[in-house]
């Protein structure tokens, strides 16, 4: 299933999108939003399910081009992993970690998969990275080595991890100043089911910048796979339903490039895809 939360912000309500990829459903007469509680509801998904199949939602009567929020309401936490792409590495000439590299993005950094990104005062580096989002569905803490992550995943989406490099690198501290900015992490368009995501292993990811291709990677590159990220950061935060997973850019980033021009103005239009999980687009303004 496609969920999804339609409307404006604040207000959003959810939705399903048919698999004809254009014709929305209502769902508000079966749940009351997307979020950790329905997605921690086995029974709850399964109406939706065979309501879905049985043909007997409603079409969500929406004017077009109508704004597509987070597909996820009311986010715990946001966690991300740095450096878990073999090119990326390799581009920044980083060695590959031994371990999991993990940080938090404030929850309130998530807007819509279309919204606009702000460009921090005094930015001179706004980046950009495209992402896997893993959305948790059960909760997790310490998984053991016979226990399947995968089990704990409700489903996926596309991420925008936007990154200010200068102030992430260069202002003392942790990587928290350049990763926490306002509108920092645009999620969706839609939380895509894990059973319709067999291999988080073969996706496609590409970002582009006003129309260039910039990143074109494949989640196979990454150096810890999805299921093993979920296990190792059970073992030190709990990860609850509706918590979200940033799992790490592959190459690509302006950062990489050593060209100071290509980092972020306003103005720019970024998009970026993941194969069967949508594509966002965003413009870029002065905060």
Not at 148 to 172: I, K, M, N, T, W
Not at 211 to 230: H, K
């Amino acid at each position: 299933m496609r969920l999804l939360r339609i409307g404006a912000a604040g207000a959003e309500r959810p939705a399903l999108l048919d698999p004809d990829g254009t014709t929305l459903r209502d769902l508000t007469g079966l749940v009351d939003d997307i979020d950790g509680e329905l997605l921690a509801d086995p029974f709850a998904l399964d109406r939706i399910r065979a309501a879905a199949g049985a043909g007997v939602l409603p079409v969500l009567d929406a004017p077009a081009g109508v704004r597509s929020g987070p597909p996820v309401a009311r986010i715990g936490k946001v966690v991300c992993i740095g450096l878990n792409y073999h090119d990326h590495a390799a581009e920044i000439g980083a060695e590959p970690p031994a371990e999991p590299v993990v940080f938090l993005k404030a929850a309130d950094t998530v807007v819509g998969a279309n919204d606009t990104v702000l460009v921090p005062r005094g930015s001179t580096k706004t980046d950009w990275e495209v992402e896997l989002a893993v959305v948790v569905g059960r909760t997790a803490r310490y998984l053991g080595d016979d226990e399947d992550p995968l089990a704990y995943v409700a489903g996926y989406a596309v991420a925008h991890d936007v990154s200010e490099r200068a102030f992430q690198l260069e202002r003392g501290g942790t990587w928290d100043k350049g990763k926490n900015c306002e509108t920092f992490n645009p999620l969706g368009p839609w939380l895509v089911t894990s059973d319709e995501v067999p291999d988080p292993q073969a996706l496609g990811l590409r970002l582009w910048v006003n129309g260039e291709l910039r990143q074109n990677g494949s989640t196979a590159d990454q150096i810890f796979p999805v299921a093993e990220v979920v296990r190792y950061v059970s073992r030190f935060m709990t990860l609850y339903p509706g918590d979200i997973i940033n799992t790490g850019t592959p190459a690509g980033v302006a950062i990489g490039q050593g060209d100071a021009a290509r980092y972020l103005r306003a103005g720019d239009v970024v998009e970026a895809e993941i194969d069967g999980l949508g594509r966002q687009r965003q413009t870029l303004k002065d905060a």
